[in-house]
Every structure is written in C-alpha cells, then in structure tokens.
C-alpha cells in the first residue's frame, strides 16, 4: 500500500485527488496540507511515501516546503504538481530534491502511474521534458561551470558508465542510451542503477542535473 499526502491550497483540488488516489486498491491517503509548513509537518508526523506537492500556495511554498522535508533525511519522495509554463518552479523543485513532477492536466492514470514510480524509488520526469526543462533553465543556475575534471564522483565511473551518464544528461531514454552505445537495455538500467549509487543521486533526475552542474552535458543554445 502506497501511503501519499496532498499538498495543494486548493480544497477542491485535494478533494479530487483524494477521490482518485483512495479509489485504487495500492493507495491510501494519509492527509492534507494547504500549504507548506503545514506540508513539512505532517510528513514528519505521518511519513507518507509520497508527498504530491504544488508549488504556488501562499506562505511557504512547494518549492521550500520540498527542501525542508529531503533535508530533513525521511523515507517520503515528493511528487511535484505544476503548470506547463511553470517549468521554472518545478526546475527548482528538482533541485530541490523532489523525484520529479508532472503536470496538473495530467490524465488519472499518469498521476496514478508516477506516484507508484516515485514510491518505488523512480523519477517520473519524461526525458524530453527533462531535457526541456533543462535547456530552458540550467544555464541560468549559478555555479554552472564545467568542474567535471575536479569532482572526485566521477573518478569512480568507467569510462562506460560516465558515457552513459552524458547521454542520461541529454535526456535520452535507456532504449535510446542502448540503441546509441550498441547496448542492450538491462546493461544499460545496471549501468544507470551504479551511477546512481556512485554519485550519490536519489534518482535519475538528480543524475541528470548533476551531468548539467558539471559541465557534461550543456544546454541547447537559444533559438
């Protein structure tokens, strides 16, 4: 059973999404939060799996309330609910350490599907919008500077291993990764699953902006 919190300011939206989640056999919603110091309690109280956070709520908002919660070191993974031309916040958000986002005008089965993936310890941040996001707004986070050469993170992975950490950066999907590097995809997801561990991201989201800050992978230029 996936134990979740809502986190939105809306009494409507939450009512919707609790209606959603609680008619499923796997999920169970533990609670509600209007706003993110309320947020950042109950995940401390109720350790849910996975908190679904919006962003934009007065006071604290998602994007502090997510930060407090991964400081504070829990089992909960946040789930991100933002506007497709709010790619800026759920940028920060990831930075942040949520596991990933996805869109308010997301159908029931793709909410459904990543509150699983996230409770399971994946990212649901589809590559293209991963990669999207990313041109948009990796050149503007400070400290973007190639220090690939200097991060002793990177003088664990093979030669194999950071290739596939360039290409994860780019946003490509292990079936690409496989088909590009003459891979099959289960060498490749053994690959991504030690990347992880060696660098130390939570997730394949982290992993891609980790390859952004060190100058692996750059943004598309403009235009």
């Known amino acids: 059973m996936t134990t979740v919190l809502i986190v939105d300011d809306q009494p409507l939206q939450r009512y919707g999404f609790r209606m959603l989640l609680e008619s499923q056999p796997d999920t169970t919603v533990v609670g509600e939060a209007g706003h993110g110091a309320e947020a950042v309690r109950l995940t401390a109280e109720l350790r849910p799996d996975v908190v679904l956070m919006d962003i934009r709520m007065p006071g604290m908002d998602g994007i502090e309330a997510t930060r407090l919660i991964i400081a504070a070191g829990g089992r909960s993974r946040v789930l991100v609910l933002t506007t497709f031309d709010l790619d800026e916040y759920a940028h920060a958000a990831l930075r942040a350490g949520a596991s990933g986002f996805l869109l308010k005008d997301a159908r029931p089965e793709e909410l459904l599907s990543g509150i699983r993936a996230v409770a399971e310890g ?102």
């Not at 190639?146 to 950490?165: M, S």
């Not at 999907?173 to 590097?181: K, Q, W």
């Open 122 to 223: 994946d990212a649901v941040v589809a590559p293209a919008v991963t990669r999207r996001l990313l041109d948009a707004y990796a050149h503007r986070l400070p400290g973007h500077a190639p220090a690939a050469a200097a991060d002793p993170r990177l003088a664990a992975l093979t030669e194999r291993e950071r290739e596939v950490l360039v290409a994860v950066g780019r946003g490509w999907t292990n079936g690409e990764i496989a088909r590009r590097l003459v891979l099959s995809e289960s060498t490749v997801k053994t690959h991504v699953s030690r990347i992880l561990a060696k660098v130390g991201a939570r997730d394949r989201v982290q992993a891609v902006i980790f390859a952004y800050d060190l100058g692996l992978t750059r943004p598309n230029p403009p235009g």
